[in-house]
């Protein structure tokens, strides 16, 4: 079952070239339109992955209690728990392991910065 007119014997020739025609010209339409709504959809598309990835940006460059430990008297020296949660989240945010090394030694003074990456599985700069 063809979804395809019948074909009329009696039909003239110009008859069937203007249906011809008729049926072209609406399969333009429908192309034309297609290719413009996959132009729309692919701008949105493209409007939304900028917008993730400034919002990703964005949340990765705040400071949060992990990434900004607390000092003084907040954060004995030594303090090694401490030091693991703010190691935890350096990896994860992919600081690499020299920053993240630095970064341990100035906010916790006195520990061992290279063991506790290590324990939270920070093994090679990201």
Request: glycine share 8%; aromatic share 0%.
């Amino acid at each position: 079952m063809s979804d395809l007119p019948e074909v009329d014997p009696n039909e003239s020739r110009s008859e069937a070239l203007a249906r011809i025609e008729t049926a072209e010209r609406a399969l333009e339409e429908l192309a034309a339109s297609v290719r413009s709504k996959t132009a729309e959809l692919q701008e949105q598309l493209g409007q939304v992955r900028l917008s993730v990835i400034e919002m990703h940006s964005h949340a990765v460059s705040r400071p949060t209690p992990l990434t900004e430990p607390p000092v003084g008297g907040d954060a004995p020296e030594g303090s090694t728990e401490g030091a693991r949660l703010v190691a935890l989240d350096l990896v994860g945010r992919g600081v690499s392991l020299e920053e993240s090394k630095e970064r341990l030694r100035e906010a916790f003074p006195g520990i061992d910065a290279e063991r506790v990456l290590r324990e939270v599985g920070a093994t090679s700069a990201s």
